[in-house]
């Protein structure tokens, strides 16, 4: 099963708008990271967050970690159609060889 | 940032034939590299990891005897997937991880593979 799961699956916004994705996760992380998606192409790293911090800023990005809660947050504020493309969390744990385990994802459409 | 390339990036065969998949990274040297696999409109699944210079390791349910993985050098990883069939037809994305890096993985562009 997927170690993280993310909701919503989809997501339609209009331009200028804030994007928010959840990602949840079962068992101890050493970080977890957000990935961008564009159709068809391959990953574009956004973000890492490690398991000792709570809130990380990059750009429009703002991403939250709750350990307590195993649970991570991607916001994405004043939305360009450009944002577009699937969003996927993915955590690294101790107990999986610290091997990448990626989220279900979240496709966002951000209309003009 | 680090690039990683792929070839090629799509690729259309007959059912039966075998496809070999390269993956490199260009301004690095990647002492592991990985494969995912990743149908439409899902996420991508890890399907073996591969150490420059040892056997890969796979993942449980994925057939190394089908998906062979070859990482004979720091920048070249080859997945040759042998004896496709339609049902092997997906999207593979490798990623490479420099040496002493492994919380950093560059992803390669990846490769639609459609066996008909």
């Known amino acids: 099963s997927q170690q993280g799961e993310e909701d919503p699956q989809a997501l339609s916004i209009q331009e200028g708008e804030n994007a928010t994705m959840n990602c949840s996760y079962k068992t101890s992380i050493n970080n977890l990271q957000w990935y961008r998606q564009n159709s068809g192409r391959g990953l574009v790293h956004l973000i890492l967050?490690?398991?000792?911090?709570r809130e990380k800023h990059s750009g429009r990005l703002r991403v939250t970690l709750d350990t307590s809660k195993k649970s991570s947050s991607l916001l994405i504020t004043a939305s360009r159609a450009a944002d577009t493309a699937s969003y996927f969390c993915?955590?690294?744990?101790?107990?999986?060889?610290?091997?990448?385990?990626f989220g279900g994802g979240t496709r966002v459409l951000v209309k003009p | 940032g680090a690039v990683v390339s792929q070839h090629p990036s799509r690729v259309i065969c007959k059912s039966g034939t075998s496809v070999k998949i390269e993956c490199r990274s260009l301004d690095f040297q990647a002492t592991t590299m990985f494969w995912y696999r990743q149908f439409p409109k899902q996420s991508l699944m890890l399907m073996a990891t591969?150490?420059?210079?040892?056997?890969?390791?796979?993942e449980q349910g994925v057939e190394k005897d089908k998906f062979l993985i070859n990482h004979a050098s720091l920048t070249l990883s080859t997945l040759t997937v042998t004896s496709a069939h339609p049902e092997d037809s997906s999207f593979y994305i490798c990623s490479a991880s420099p040496a002493g890096g492994l919380e950093t993985q560059y992803f390669g562009p990846g490769t639609r593979l459609l066996v008909l």
């Open positions: 967050i490690r398991s000792n911090e």
């Open positions: 591969s150490n420059e210079g040892s056997k890969a390791t796979y």
């Open positions: 993915a955590t690294r744990r101790p107990a999986a060889g610290n091997k990448l385990t």
